[in-house]
Nanobody, 116 residues
Framework: QVQLVESGGGLVQAGGSLRLSCVAS????????MGWFRQAPGKEREFVAA????????EYADSVKGRFTISRDNAKNTVYLQMNSLKPEDTAVYYC?????????WGQGTQVTVSS
């Protein structure tokens, strides 16, 4: 089973930037479309961004479009989320998983906190 490890979160002021990383074990990673998801306290986990296996196609939630960029490096089994112009409402635990099925075991996530 593929294991997912997210990192790169932290505390940042509104308007700041962070770059999240998700490292996956297993050679089959490069064949998966991958996504980033987030869960804020008291809310359901929601979709943030997705990328196809080649990196040639991406999609974003309306709330992050124009501010976040998803990318991947299949040689490193890693998917990234560059987050710019962060807002307090982006505060959440961020996770990666296959998209859209999200049927891999969830990792521990990485906390992103944006102060106003």
């Amino acid at each position: 089973q593929v294991q997912l490890v997210e990192s790169g979160g932290g505390l940042v002021q509104a308007g700041g930037s962070l770059r999240l990383s998700c490292v996956a074990s297993g050679r089959t990673f490069r064949s998966y479309p991958m996504g980033w998801f987030r869960q804020a306290p008291g809310k359901e986990r929601e979709f943030v961004a997705a990328i196809d296996w080649s990196g040639g196609f991406t999609e974003y939630a309306d709330s992050v479009k124009g501010r976040f960029t998803i990318s991947r490096d299949n040689a490193k089994n890693t998917v990234y989320l560059q987050m710019n112009s962060l807002k307090p409402e982006d505060t959440a635990v961020y996770y990666c998983n296959k998209h859209p099925r999200a049927d891999l075991n969830w990792g521990q996530g990485t906390q992103v906190t944006v102060s106003s």
